[in-house]
């Protein structure tokens, strides 16, 4: 796994060896998780690979707990995922009986649940919610034990890399959820490293409505300009452009659309989303929803503005999971890319082109219900 370099697709991109050896370092009786339990708005990867590749899941998982010491271990899928689950179950069904000893849960339907230590919770038998930290699962995760979580996409993509990982590590390739103002939303496999604008054009056929802002992680960064446009689909090279990678739910808004009322739906999705347990998360993402509501409206003024920043800089090192610093960070820097729209918001007093409203974070908005019918089939709401 060293040799491959395989890197974790959840979000974080942390390389899979070093958090293989951190579960392994530790003894005792390790447990494995595979984790299938996608939220990221504008996300279908995971549901595409755990419906298309179950069998390379589930033998990438036997893999991994064969490489930390594991005897058993769960498949953890949202609730609601109902055909990915029944192919994991077939495939589980399909091993030999010295594999190690594997079973399909459902999860709950909320976001934070799919956060590494809420799983553990989940299994445990209590309410979804991630846990403080320290420890780390890898010290202590399900009923003590030393546990790995992975993602299952990285799990699909481990036969591979262990088969031959000097090829791996020459062709990396990633799954990539396009979705938004573009002409063919979809899952595409395409290599790390292609410029954000030909992964656009040549895959999802281009911007439907100009590139205005493109949100390469989803919700999960800072979206980029249209002139950062030729930054590389990499995760170093985005969070060097002042982005992230994460789990690639690529996002592209039109340049006719009110970036304000993007940040609006961004801040709303962390606001409805807070789980509840930490008061600067809760607190503060409620401060950035009603900020931007008033922005939006026309009952914010300049002060406001300065309060929104306060609330982000506040909120960025509190809360047990990623929720708050990710939402900070997120709407903050969105604004900070837009910074004429904001001076107009304020000098118009509200939204000086109301017909260009858009909500592409909402549960299940016109643009997530494009991308799920292009790339799961069916377009049924997950
Ligand atoms: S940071 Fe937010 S989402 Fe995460 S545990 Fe705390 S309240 Fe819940």
Request: aromatic share 4%; hydrophobic share 40%.
């Amino acid at each position: 796994m060293s040799a491959a370099g395989l890197r974790g697709r959840g979000g974080a991109w942390f390389p899979t060896a070093r958090k293989w050896q951190a579960v392994r370092a530790e003894g005792g009786q390790p447990f494995v998780i595979a984790n299938g339990h996608e939220g990221e708005p504008g996300s279908a990867k995971d549901r595409h690979v755990m419906t298309t590749r179950a069998g390379l899941v589930v033998e990438g998982l036997c893999l991994a707990a064969r490489g930390v010491g594991a005897r058993e271990g769960v498949l953890f899928v949202k609730e609601g995922f109902h055909a990915a689950a029944d192919a994991l179950q077939r495939a589980l069904d399909a091993l030999p009986r010295q594999a190690p000893e594997l079973r399909v849960v459902r999860g709950s339907p909320a976001y934070v649940a799919g956060e590494e230590t809420a799983i553990l919770e989940a299994l445990e038998g209590r309410t979804a919610w991630p846990r403080a930290k320290p420890p780390l699962p890898a010290g202590v995760g399900f009923e003590g034990r030393p546990t790995l979580v992975q993602n299952v996409e990285t799990l699909a993509r481990v036969p591979a890399a262990v088969r031959d990982p000097q090829a791996y590590r020459r062709d990396e390739r990633t799954l990539v959820s396009i979705w938004g103002h573009v002409r063919r939303p979809g899952v595409y496999e395409l290599p790390l490293g292609l410029p954000l604008r030909r992964v656009i054009d040549e895959y999802a056929g281009g911007a439907s409505d100009g590139l205005g802002l493109i949100f390469p992680a989803g919700p999960s960064a800072a979206p980029l300009g249209d002139e950062q446009a030729d930054t590389p689909l990499d995760p170093t090279a985005l969070r060097q452009a002042g982005s992230a990678l994460g789990t690639a739910a690529l996002l592209v808004i039109g340049r006719s659309v009110c970036p304000l009322a993007v940040a609006l739906s961004l801040a709303a999705f962390f606001e409805r989303e807070a789980c509840g347990q930490c008061p600067p998360c809760t607190v503060g993402t409620s401060g950035l929803a009603r900020i931007l509501r008033q922005l939006e409206s026309g009952g914010a003024r300049a002060a406001d503005l300065r309060a929104l920043h306060e609330i982000a800089g506040f909120m960025r090192p509190h809360g047990y999971c990623a929720h708050a610093r990710t939402a900070a960070a997120s709407v903050a820097g969105l604004l900070e890319r837009v910074p004429e729209d904001v001076a107009e918001h304020l000098r118009a007093g509200g939204c000086p082109r109301p017909t260009a409203q858009c909500d592409p974070f909402a549960r299940h908005s016109r643009e997530i219900l494009a991308l799920e019918a292009a790339a799961l089939g069916d377009g049924t709401p997950a």
